[in-house]
């Protein structure tokens, strides 16, 4: 018989149930360097790919953005506007520093699969399931994060910039880093007020 240490078997981790019980997002605008070093990120993403997934079809991958591309994919958003709209200097200069704000930041890419038998709310869920892995993740290391979608995840063209394709879409962009401001604590929900039993 396997002893009670094997993998296969769920052993109590109380110190885990602490961090889901205190996890809180840090701002990406607070945030700081340094991030995560590649052996962090690799763990982070392992952590991150072993979600739920029906049909063990992985419907997701990870484009990382850490460095030089930050700003590089700043004036990718840049471009991108100043296609469809009007984009004044002070717009600009924000949207050029929107990836500067952390030293890490993973887009997590929900790829649906189609004419398949597992229904694309399940493929979805799981891409969401991802973003919230990563987050415990990154907390679990000493970070923060800040799992977020904003304008960009829906715009056509930094999507086609971003190189996604037919049936894919930007679940969100996971901010990675260490906080310069104390995490505040936000309401929770009355759970007698969303909890009912059949």
Known sequence: MESDTSPSFNRPAPQT?????????GSAKTMT????????LETILRAAARVPDHGKLFPWRFIVIEGEARARLGTVLVECLRQTENVSEERAKI????????PAIV????????AIPIPEWEQQLSAGAVCQTMLIAATALGYVANWLTEWCAYHPLVRERLGLKSGERIAGFVYIGKSTAPLEERPRPDLEKIVTRF
């Open 107 to 114: 887009c997590v890419v929900s790829r649906v699969r189609e």
């Open 33 to 40: 360097g340094p991030g995560p070093s590649p052996e962090e």
């Open 95 to 102: 949207e050029a520093a929107r990836f500067l704000r952390a």
């Open 17 to 25: 149930l602490d961090l889901l019980l205190s996890r809180r997002s």
